[in-house]
């Protein structure tokens, strides 16, 4: 059955009330709609684990760093709803814009330090959209658990920092990027990428596993870095915005995996710009 779609805050609230009262365990999957498989894990999830679930569906144009782009971007709440059916969540929350920033709306949420770097470095006030509007969304939702997907890892990490600083009472659950049979990770810009563009773009995990791999074998990144950046050159890549190797914990720069690392890249092909990273295995000492 389709659950509801509620565009108020007040309809959201006075739902969420209700199953607070009945001491039950809301679970929330912020999305920006145009829903794929890697989203429907984390619905998954947060339905194993919840009494309640929420997705919810807002493009949201603080986190954007270009009309053109905030323009592109896939809008499909008919098939958003349809796919989540099956799933049985308890409310779709398609806000109405000025249910998050209404008029005279003043205030930006930023964490410094995890967003100097990579996505934070690339898209200039990219994060103080998202933590913005995440911070908004916890709130609004009451809800007990946010489920994100690991691909954003650097999300990931900020809006965990953000609910922890701002003792938002809810617990941020990461779960494994989900990836199609070549490995390349699902996104919703995927759907922008030409046939022969998904093929290339196919290419990208596996280089990444390949550096992994010589990393844990004892490699230097600093060695690898140049060959690997050649071979995605090679696939169609263009502007490879980062590719860095960085502590899982702190995003700080590594050379080796001496500690739990992510490998993390940023770079365009086809006109879209895709993000993926990887856990890379701790080096013994
Ligand atoms: O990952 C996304 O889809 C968005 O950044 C999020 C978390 C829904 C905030 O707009």
Known sequence: MSAPILRKLA???????????????????????????????????????????????????????????LAKYPRTEEADAAKLAPYGVD???????????????ATTVSVSGLTDVMEGACRPGHFDGVATVVAKLFLQTAADRAYFGEKDYQQMMLVTRMARDLDIPITVIGCPTVREPSGLAMSSRNMRLSADGLERAGRLYPVMRQVAEKLA???????????????????????????DLRAADSLRALDRPTEPARLLVAAWLDGVRLIDNIAVPQLND
């Open 91 to 105: 409310a779709i929350y398609v806000p109405d814009p000025d249910q998050i920033y209404p008029e005279g709306f």
């Open 11 to 69: 309809d959201l609230r006075a739902a969420t009330a209700g199953w607070k009262r009945a001491g039950e365990r809301i679970g929330v999957v912020p999305t920006m709609g145009a829903l794929h498989d890697g989203h429907l894990s984390l619905v998954a999830a947060a339905k194993a684990a919840c009494d309640r679930v929420v997705v919810t569906i807002f493009v949201n144009p603080k986190q954007f760093n270009s009309p053109e782009d």
């Open 217 to 243: 074998a004892g490699a230097s990144f600093g060695d690898l870095a140049p060959a690997a950046r050649e071979a995605l050159g090679a696939a169609g890549f263009v502007d490879i915005e980062y590719f």
